[in-house]
């Protein structure tokens, strides 16, 4: 059933983003940042926790998770060492996801040509 609900979740939010992107001026660069702050506007309410709980990967493979991220790391980080530990709770939480990034750009941009 977990497979079930990361597609069901995976697919909505991907739905989400094709209607936005077909129906709106925004560019894909728009609603990437959109999503990333949705993302952490949903983990303040204590929402996207509960998707990552019922939808597992289809929640968390998602840019919408990186804006969870940010918003879980500053909120530890701010609870144990208050205003200098939101920087360093940002960066601990998301600092796997930004390092992977940069090697799979780098791996793909070595395999592949881009287009003319």
């Known amino acids: 059933m977990i497979y079930f609900n990361a597609f069901v979740l995976g697919g909505l939010i991907c739905l989400i983003g ?3 992107l077909d129906n709106t001026k925004l560019t894909p660069g ?3 940042s959109l999503f990333t702050v ?3 506007f949903l ?3 204590g929402i996207y926790p509960k998707l990552i709980n019922w939808g597992g990967a289809g ?3 998602m840019i919408s ?3 969870n991220l940010l918003y879980q790391g ?3 980080g701010f609870h144990n060492e208050e205003i200098i530990g939101i920087a360093s709770g940002l960066l601990s939480k998301v600092s796997v996801a930004i390092t992977m990034a940069i090697v799979f750009a780098f ?3 070595i395999i592949f040509k881009p287009k003319d």
């Open 18 to 20: 094709q209607l936005i």
């Open 30 to 32: 728009h609603i990437t």
């Open 38 to 40: 949705a993302g952490a």
């Open 43 to 45: 983990s303040f309410l």
């Open 59 to 61: 929640a968390t493979m």
């Open 65 to 67: 998770n990186f804006g």
């Open 74 to 76: 500053g909120y530890e």
């Open 107 to 109: 791996v793909f941009a």
